[in-house]
DNA sequence: CTGAAAGCGCTTACAG
DNA sequence: CTGAAAGCGCTTACAG
């Protein structure tokens, strides 16, 4: 009895032991070179005959290959490093376009948020170069502190997305400014002649370029007159700033927030203190959220493609691994003026065929 | 000259090449077995003496520890895999509580978006078993299909958020039903007698609870009749759906959305009608979307707390590491019900001091 | 307190 | 086409 027990111990042991490529090789009489050979390199030359035996044995012993010591044989993880501060819509947005972009390249991905602590961030690049990551994605906060090493001592290829306090990365950016100056366009255009812009700190380097496109539109124009509001960094706060705005009783005619959420603030003031965008006030927003299509009014906003520079971080980063790391360069993305704030912007006429039942009243 | 050159070469290469534990031994006059204690081990006991020395030489060097062999060496890979549906905002809230509750307990996240391809999520789930992780999250999208291997058989700790058709996985779940309930009950209390329950498919685990609850508190209730609409699954098909139902003059005085942005788009389409929030149609939904707070009027909505389901996600996963898998409980956390839709839901009497410039005009 | 050595499970020149 | 063997860079009983 107490032999059948210890024996059933050891069946279990043998159970529980994952099967390794030695297993296989024994089982199927061969080595396990060519196991391996079979396993993972389609194209090696090998018999028909042996190839088929080794995946047979394979399948039928439920072999997995363990990927770590495959990595760490090749120090080839197939992985990038994410560092992003925050997970909010647009972030969300690019991690979506990194994911779907590293995927589409056999990578995966390592995820760290890092806050708004420079810390926290060159602890997550430790993490990345000591698991010898194929390559590493720096997403830039409003605030950041200059990267602490330079990129060639990173010991990865690294891309970082978002401008950034620190010399000599390769960057994938967007044009702030160009995109604030087509926003004030669109507002001066439209005959609005005194603009507020809300922003929050136009020490962080979006921030200012925001600015930057806003003032030199303004410049253009002869009769218009732009007021700046600082220090406004979400919905609450903007609510408040646009509240105190309307008791002053503001000449301005339209809003530029230097996000949407800023904008959703602003508009939800104008709406409880009774003015009507955009008749009494106009209000353009950046980062084309999802919602801003569907609030009432609709919010003109400028598009922040997080997701195409996502990919194309990713595309810079594969890059460096065929070609070499000084291939890789900038890139500057255009963003996109989404202009709504009519009512109705999706196609209202043909509504779908819904089901509709009634529940009996009980 | 050419000798020159060569032992150029030669500095670079050696530049290039990775010092690791074996140099940092020769170079202390130690044995690997006492680097790798020094630097790993911090309670090992070593000299005071020696262990100065090891990470004086080691720091000088700019030795980085290879994770992967470490990894390797230990087969712990300090790391879980998560695999999600989409990167929406309800997912992305969930993968900040994951990742926070993991970073705290001091692992990696592997993440892999999955589509709503069963293909894919198994795929997903084989590489993160091949790369031995700790553990895997597996978030259920709204029309999983079954996971095609039972726990026992994942070879890894394994934990499911949300509802799902498989049996036997550990999972963290929330009440909708209970929710969905008092939804229902805030809307007939306020004397909503006539209410439409907006949906997209109630063969999908949470909106079938949602539209159980929904129907449960009805039954209860005398005089109140509800109506189901099915195939709803965005703002727009909302839009479309809320548009007709107020063209043929629907008696309903509320509209229970089975998620914000169904939410959002009944707002919508009700603005454009020109009907009023909430007194000529009152409007709840599920989610509780950061921005349905700053809509207008805001939005009462149920709060998922995704976050907080992530991070109980990770609890269990380190549980199970620590104590053995079979350690592992199912949870089921409550949802709230964020009431508005009375304006003015933050502070806006005590209006934040801001910075005001104007700029000169041109 | 310290070291020599085996081992983690693959890959891959090298030789045949 | 196939195999024997070295090696990837650590960790960790085991012995002293």
Redesign the interface.
């Known amino acids: 009895m107490l032999q059948l027990a210890i024996s059933d111990v050891l069946a279990t042991m043998e159970l529980r032991k ?1 099967i390794g490529i030695r297993d296989v090789a024994k089982a199927a009489g061969v080595s396990v070179a060519t196991v391996s050979r079979v396993l993972a390199k389609a194209d090696y030359p090998v018999t028909e005959e042996t190839r088929k035996r080794v995946t047979d044995v394979a399948t039928a012993m439920g072999y ?6 495959k ?2 044989a090749t ?1 080839r ?1 197939d ?1 990038i490093g994410v560092a992003m501060p ?4 647009y972030y ?2 690019m ?2 376009g990194i ?2 972009a590293a ?1 589409e390249a056999g990578l ?6 890092v806050g708004a602590s420079d810390e926290r961030r060159e602890a997550a690049i ?2 990345f ?4 990551l194929d390559g590493v994605i720096i997403c830039s906060g409003a605030k950041d502190g200059p990267l602490r090493r330079p990129p060639e001592q990173m ?1 990865v290829p690294a891309v970082v997305i978002g401008q950034q306090p620190s010399e000599g990365y390769v960057t994938v950016t967007v044009d702030n400014r160009r995109a604030s100056y087509e926003a004030t366009d669109h507002l001066v255009s439209r005959g609005n002649r005194t603009i507020v812009f809300l922003t929050s700190n136009s020490d962080w380097p979006d921030f200012r370029d925001r600015l930057d496109g806003f ?1 030199q539109r ?15 960094y979400d ?3 903007a ?3 646009v ?2 705005l309307v008791a002053e009783q503001t000449t301005a005619t339209a809003i530029l927030a230097a996000t949407d959420r800023q904008a ?2 602003a ?3 104008l ?2 203190a009774g003015l009507r965008v955009p008749s009494d006030m106009a209000v353009v927003g950046f980062d084309n ?1 999802h ?1 801003s ?4 009014p ?1 919010l003109t906003s400028v598009d922040m493609p997080a997701d195409a520079m996502g990919a194309k971080a990713v595309e810079l980063v594969c890059m460096a691994k065929t070609a070499g790391a000084e291939k890789m360069a900038s890139v500057v993305l255009e963003p996109r003026l989404f202009i709504r704030q009519s ?2 912007s ?3 006429a ?3 065929a ?9």
Chains 1, 2 share one sequence.
């Open positions: 994952k997995v290959p363990n990927l770590l010591a990595t760490f120090s993880t992985t925050v997970l909010n819509a969300a947005k991690l979506a994911e779907g995927t995966s991905i390592l995820l760290t948020i430790d993490q170069v000591a698991r010898q010991g003032q303004l410049a253009e124009e002869d009769r218009a007159t732009g007021q700046v509001i600082e220090g406004v919905e609450a706060q609510y408040r700033a509240t105190k959703l603030g508009m939800a003031a709406a409880d959220y919602t299509e569907f609030v009432r609709s009512s109705g999706f196609d209202n043909a509504l779908l819904q089901s509709v039942k009634s529940l009996p009243s009980a």
